[in-house]
């Protein structure tokens, strides 16, 4: 079955510093997805990237940044230069066939 | 503004009651999918619905049920209320695809409604 790992609970940072937001899934498919949402305090959940499976090349979008390695089943997400508008709950999901699981998420509070 | 629209925003009621939760779709989006966020159980997938049509089930109640109208909004109707279906409730939608809309399009959420059961 599938799983989603996000281990760390709470990651607080003071602004400028880069972060990095941990996920690894568990999957017996060859062809699945995964991706990242931000849930600001505001409770809306904002979609930030989508992969695919055969798709290893690693993505930037500004500050932010994704790596992801099959090898070791990882999907993780970087921000650089972190400011406090990015305190926010970070959710990793997966999904295959028809069925999306979500990571526990991860609180990031970045102080200034 | 992800373009989804969920009424009402927030919802209190009592155990062993019925409401129904709206969702409009972004223009254009064929699927609706359905969720449930609460504290002890997090994010998690109910079901979801492609031009009318049930697409995929996750852990939804018998309780819970669902459907997708011709004009493409859907409602999520919960009966026999219990206090641990307290949660926030989204909604999310997403394009037309080659796929024909699995659960891996990628899907623009609605704000939410906050259900509240004493």
């Known amino acids: 079955a599938q799983k989603v790992t996000q281990a760390q609970t709470e990651i607080s940072v003071v602004e400028k510093e880069d972060v990095t937001l941990d996920c690894v899934y568990e999957?017996?498919?060859?062809?699945?997805?995964l991706f990242w949402y931000k849930q600001p305090p505001s409770g809306e959940l904002v979609f930030l990237i989508r992969?695919?499976?055969?798709?290893?090349q690693n993505e930037i979008s500004g500050r932010y940044s994704w790596n992801f390695q099959k090898s070791t089943s990882s999907f993780n997400f970087t921000i650089t230069a972190s400011q406090v508008v990015d305190s926010a709950v970070y959710f990793c999901?997966?999904?295959?066939?028809?069925?999306?699981?979500f990571g526990s998420g991860t609180r990031l509070s970045i102080r200034p | 503004d992800s373009g989804v629209t969920q009424t009402p925003k927030h919802l209190i009621t009592a155990t062993g009651q019925r409401v129904t939760l709206r969702c409009s779709p972004r223009s254009g989006d064929l699927s609706v999918y359905w969720y449930q966020q609460s504290l002890d159980q997090g994010l998690q997938f109910l079901i979801q619905y492609y031009n009318g049509e049930e697409r995929a089930k996750g852990n939804i109640l018998e309780r819970f049920s669902a459907q997708q109208f011709p004009d493409l909004h859907s409602e999520l109707n919960l009966s026999s209320l219990e206090l641990g279906d307290s949660a926030l409730y989204f909604c999310?939608?997403?394009?037309?695809?080659?796929?024909?809309?699995?659960?891996?399009?990628?899907?623009?959420f609605g704000p939410g409604t906050r259900l509240t059961v004493l």
């Open positions: 999901a997966h999904s295959s066939a028809s069925k999306i699981i």
């Open positions: 999310a939608s997403s394009a037309p695809s080659l796929r024909a809309g699995g659960t891996g399009d990628t899907q623009y």
């Open positions: 992969r695919n499976s055969f798709d290893e």
């Open positions: 999957t017996r498919d060859t062809t699945y997805y």
